[in-house]
């Protein structure tokens, strides 16, 4: 697509569902990320991928975070047992990958989480 | 480890005013370093970028410097406006184990510009 799709834009749920979280790249990027922007807190580093390789998840907060992608394209973020402290907009961004760096991230518009 | 210190807001400035947004990283070798703006509403965006050292990125009267002497990429405009309140994120582009990058965003400084 043109941009960075996310889905839902916004979710209210209660504590301790599940929920899912979608993004839909930019056809073509390898790379993709999720960040989590909380009040206060700027902009947090969830996981990454790049390609084939092994996801880097030293971002993810706890192991109720997981998130996966499939065939390289489409990513799902799922949180478990919801909390309240989990409520904050999730962004994801996807960007090529050159040899040289410089990857420019393109942003989605995110997804507003509500734990009540 | 990698990480990325940018100087803490709010900035409230007057129009018209220079503006510096202090950020400094650690890193494994040299990394790529962007700013990103967030205006009121709106997503996150590219503002300037560097690749190397001594680079000069800028893009809508801000720019800034690749320091690799001082691990730095310090953002200015010599005049700002009401429409450059936002919110501003420095991010190195920092080494991964499977070798690429990956942007590590700053806490963010909110700019309020006041006419």
């Known amino acids: 697509g043109a941009g960075v799709s996310q889905s839902p834009s916004n979710k209210v749920t209660e504590k301790g569902k599940d929920v899912e979280l979608r993004c839909d790249p930019i056809s073509g990027h390898t790379a993709l990320y999720w960040y989590r922007q909380s009040l206060g807190q700027g902009l947090e580093f969830l996981i990454y991928f790049q390609g084939n390789s092994a996801p880097d998840k030293s971002g993810l907060p706890s192991d109720r975070f997981s998130a996966e992608r499939t065939g390289g394209s489409v990513s799902t973020l799922t949180i478990q047992r919801t909390q309240q402290e989990d409520s904050a907009v999730y962004l994801c961004?996807?960007?090529?990958?050159?040899?040289?760096?410089?990857?420019?991230?393109?942003f989605g518009a995110g997804s507003r989480l509500t734990v009540l | 480890g990698d990480s990325v210190t940018q100087m803490e807001g709010p900035v409230t400035l007057s129009e018209e005013a220079f503006l510096t947004i202090n950020c400094t990283y650690t890193?494994?070798?040299?990394?790529?370093l962007f700013w990103y703006v967030q205006y009121p509403g709106e997503g996150l965006q590219l503002l300037l970028k560097?690749?190397?050292?001594?680079d000069k990125g800028s893009n809508k009267g801000f720019e800034a410097t690749y320091r690799k002497e001082t691990t730095s990429f310090h953002l200015e405009k010599g005049s700002v406006q009401v429409s450059d309140s936002a919110v501003y994120f420095c991010?190195?582009?920092?080494?991964?184990?499977?070798?690429?990058?990956?942007?590590?965003f700053g806490k963010g400084t909110k700019l309020t510009v006041n006419p």
């Open positions: 560097a690749t190397k050292a001594d």
């Open positions: 890193a494994t070798g040299y990394p790529s």
């Open positions: 961004a996807s960007s090529l990958v050159r040899a040289s760096g410089a990857n420019v991230l393109t």
């Open positions: 991010a190195p582009g920092l080494s991964t184990q499977g070798g690429s990058e990956k942007l590590v």
